[in-house]
């Protein structure tokens, strides 16, 4: 969620497996999400964004689903690589908002 | 060139040391940002510099000072820092300010003793 934290949730898959990590906003006038990927010793790498408008975008093995109705939107990674290894944000923004505010983060382990 | 640098990529400094992150871009990006993170944390914004003029500054203190020298180039100015300061300092540059497709780069660790 957007609450932040004091320990990180993780998700573990198997290589190969579809992974699924979800995000639950509370600004019900949230219009514009944005998902990134940090990966250790790295900054934060844009993945893909969806408008309020839209259920549902794809990208490259990625797909984003959100759900006004329970504030909730998910990033489904298909085929889970080691590559794919990461913390993943969300970030929920407000029409108008100027600035980027990063969810919690949650930290998908790819075993082998 | 879709590449964000920084240097130093580590840093360790004394409290009564001034010392400066660097960061640059040449992508053409107009709006330029500091972020601070925290070990298991996300990001948090600390300032914004958008066509090289300090658009938001979100209440840090003084002892980081922001500058801006010309589009490709953003500096950020630290003295009499804090044990609790030590973090990673991110770098990002976006197309212009409302873009929320930034770019980062790999961060400076900061460490003060």
């Known amino acids: 969620g957007e609450s932040v934290g004091l320990h990180l949730p993780t998700l573990s898959v198997q290589e190969g497996d579809n992974s699924i990590i979800n995000c639950a906003y509370s600004?019900?006038?949230?219009?514009?999400f944005i998902w990134y990927k940090q990966e250790s010793g790295k900054g934060p790498q844009f993945i893909i964004d969806?408008?309020?408008?839209?259920d549902k975008r794809q990208g490259q093995r990625v797909t984003v689903l959100l759900n006004k109705t329970v504030k909730h939107l998910s990033l489904q990674i298909a085929a889970t690589q080691p590559g794919d290894s990461a913390v993943y944000f969300c970030?929920?923004?407000?029409?108008?908002?100027?600035?980027?505010?990063f969810g919690t983060g949650t930290q998908l382990k790819v075993e082998l | 060139d879709t590449e964000v640098t920084q240097t130093p990529k580590h840093l360790v400094m004394g409290m009564t040391n001034k010392k400066s992150l660097k960061c640059e871009q040449h992508?053409?990006?107009?709006?330029m940002y500091w972020y601070k993170q925290k070990a298991k944390k996300p990001p948090e914004l600390m300032f914004v510099?958008?066509?090289?003029?300090?658009?938001i500054n979100e209440s840090v203190p003084s002892r980081f000072s922001p500058e801006c020298p010309n589009s490709s180039l953003l500096n950020l100015h630290l003295h009499a820092l804090q044990p609790e300061d030590s973090a990673l300092y991110l770098c990002?540059?976006?197309?212009?300010?409302?873009?929320?497709?930034?770019?980062f780069g790999p961060g400076t660790r900061l460490t003060v003793t």
């Open positions: 990002a540059s976006s197309q212009d300010r409302g873009r929320f497709e930034q770019y």
């Open positions: 600004n019900s006038a949230s219009d514009y």
């Open positions: 969806i408008r309020s408008n839209m």
């Open positions: 970030a929920p923004i407000t029409g108008g908002g100027n600035k980027l505010t």
């Open positions: 992508m053409g990006h107009r709006a």
């Open positions: 510099y958008s066509y090289e003029k300090l658009s």
